[in-house]
C-alpha cells in the first residue's frame, strides 16, 4: 500500500492530483488512520489510463 506522497513520486505527479483523482472517485484508495492508502496496481492502472487519455498520438480518429 502507498500513501499519496509515496503514490505521487511513483507515478511522477503532485500530491494533489492523486488526492483530486480519489476524491473524484477515479482512483480507488482506502483511508486508514487518517491517511489515504493505495494499491500499487491501482496506481498503475489509473496512471496508466490517464497518460493514454492525455497522449494525442493515442488518439484513434477515423
Not at 15 to 36: E, F, V, Y
Request: no cysteine.
Amino acid at each position: 500500500m502507498l500513501t499519496i506522497p509515496q503514490a505521487a513520486a511513483r507515478a511522477n505527479l503532485h500530491d494533489n492530483t492523486i488526492r483530486n483523482a480519489i476524491a473524484a472517485g477515479a482512483l480507488p484508495a482506502t483511508k486508514a488512520g487518517g491517511q489515504w492508502l493505495i494499491e500499487p496496481e491501482e496506481l498503475d492502472a489509473w496512471a496508466s489510463a490517464r497518460t493514454r487519455r492525455e497522449d494525442p498520438r493515442s488518439r484513434r480518429d477515423g
